[in-house]
Every structure is written in C-alpha cells, then in structure tokens.
C-alpha cells in the first residue's frame, strides 16, 4: 500500500491563481481530511469528509473547495490565492470517525504565494 | 472557545531520563485523546490513543495518561534517546479533529 500520497510535493503561485492539492489514499478508508501548518499555529482542519459525496467545514475553510467523488480521492481546490494561504498543507485519512481511530498523514504540499 | 494547549514549546533533556509533555484542553468533553509524532519536513505520525474511561496507556518506552476532571494528558518517554527528538502533538475531537501546537523535544545525547 502506498497508504496517502499528495501531489505536488511544492507549488509556487502568484495571488489570484488557482490550484487544486491532490490527495489519494488506497486504504479504503472512510474518513479524509486537509489540514494547514503553519509555524506555531499547529495543525488547522480546513475540510473534511466522512465519505463519497458528503463533505463539512472544520476550523479555517474560507478560500477552499473540497469534493468526494470516490472514496479514494480528496482534492482540495484554491480558489484564488492569497498570501496568508501560504503554508504546508497535509491530507490525512482513517479507518473511521477521526477522533477513534489513528490518522494516516500524507507527507504534505509546501505552498508559497507570492 | 475551545482551546488545547501544550505548555512547553520546546523541551531539553539529556539522554536517558523521562521525558513528559503536557497536553491540556478547555470547553472539550473528550471521548478520546491522541498523541502524534512529526519530523521536520514529514507528516506526523499516530503513536497512542487513549480513551475517556482508560486513566493510563503503555506502548513500549511511551505513556499516556488522562484525567478529564483535570481535562489533562500527559505523554512520557521514558530512557529516552536521541532519536526520540522530535514535535509531539496532542489531538482530539470527533471528526472535526483539533491538534496543539506541538512541543519540540530535544534529546542530547
């Protein structure tokens, strides 16, 4: 298993653009998310999703789209970029309700916009 | 507001002796509490999950305690090493999952 791959691995964009961050997990797991790091901050949860076609808002969703078209994929789409959205974004998938069960990080997309 | 915090920011320890971070959380009524290691440049890592009604969980040279009257978690690395340096997050929630801000430690051999 390759457990949580995100793509890409960094991305530089200038404010306005968009981009999606991909996230695939071949777990069948349930459960996905997309967090933010910044420094001191710690992790934030953006969005998340319980399973195909069925996504919520966690703590910083503004500025961000998520879908669950398949179990498999969650990609996580900048609308349009801005400066306070530069930060390593990490997806993160598991087995059932987050709080339960352990969470398998991928190993995160540095993104700087300049 | 809901908050969680982990007092030290970074602790220093010599090779050997126990390390023990803090992890303490406020308007939460946590059924679970986990704690998650992360590398520099590396997404963390799930180490222990420890329940509402367990007080205290062992996984090898790691221990976890919880005492929800305190609305506290203790993390102990005991004969630690060197390796063991790293950031240690605390997180809990349902499936709107909040971490800590991480404590940073440092073991000198």
């Known amino acids: 298993n390759a457990g949580v791959t995100q793509t890409p691995k960094f991305q530089v964009l200038k404010t306005g653009q968009s981009m999606t961050l991909q996230c695939a997990q071949d777990?069948?797991?349930?459960?996905m998310s997309w967090y933010r790091q910044d420094p001191g901050m710690g992790l934030r949860l953006i969005h998340y999703?319980?399973?195909?076609?069925?996504?919520d808002q966690g703590e910083v969703p503004n500025g961000y789209n998520v879908s669950r078209s398949t179990t498999e994929d969650f990609p996580l789409r900048l609308l349009s970029a801005a400066p306070s959205q530069t930060s390593v974004y990490f997806c993160?998938?598991?087995?059932?309700?987050?709080?339960?069960?352990?969470?398998?990080f991928g190993p995160g997309t540095r993104l700087t916009v300049t | 507001s809901q908050k969680i915090e982990q007092n030290s920011e970074a602790l220093n320890i010599q090779e050997g002796k126990t390390a023990t971070l803090t992890c303490n959380y406020t308007?939460?009524?946590?059924?679970?509490l986990q704690w998650y290691r992360q590398d520099p440049g590396r997404g963390p890592v799930f180490l222990l999950l420890?329940?509402?009604?367990?007080k205290e969980k062992r996984k090898e040279r790691l221990k976890v305690t919880f005492d929800t009257t305190l609305k506290q978690s203790l993390f102990h690395i005991t004969a630690s090493q060197p390796a063991d340096s790293a950031t240690y997050l605390c997180?809990?929630?349902?499936?709107?999952?909040?971490f800590g801000a991480g404590t940073r430690l440092t073991v000198k051999p």
């Open positions: 993160a998938s598991s087995d059932g309700l987050a709080g339960s069960y352990e969470q398998y």
């Open positions: 777990m069948n797991h349930e459960y």
């Open positions: 999703s319980v399973g195909a076609g069925i996504t």
């Open positions: 308007n939460y009524s946590p059924a679970y």
């Open positions: 420890i329940r509402e009604n367990e």
């Open positions: 997180a809990l929630g349902n499936n709107d999952m909040r």
